[in-house]
């Protein structure tokens, strides 16, 4: 047995047919009512959690612009690295002809 049910036939006792229809019709009208606004609230919040397309394009946009900076950094670390090596390789060379 629902409920509203036996609150219908609890308040049909004591408040007669007519007053314990209106009051548990009332109360399963705001309770609907409630129901709704909830899940339009929950609705609301799992929207404001959830990736857009716009949200997902902007992360590969800023994705690749820190590809873009690292690979220049790469380049830039290696091109130092070759020329420290080969200043060091002629630098041993020089002293290995001295000798």
Not at 34 to 44: A, D, G, M, R, T
């Amino acid at each position: 047995m629902s409920n509203l049910l036996k609150l219908y036939e609890a308040l049909e006792e004591k408040l007669g047919k007519e007053t314990a229809k209106v009051v548990v019709e009332a109360i399963e009208d705001l309770t609907k009512e409630k129901k709704s606004e909830l899940k339009l609230e929950v609705k609301e919040e799992l929207i404001k959690e959830l990736a857009t397309k716009y949200d997902i394009k902007e992360l590969e946009r800023k994705m690749e612009e820190t590809k873009a900076e690292i690979l220049k950094w790469f380049i830039g670390l290696f091109v130092s690295l070759i020329i420290f090596l080969m200043g060091w390789s002629w630098t041993l060379l020089k002293l290995l002809k001295a000798n």
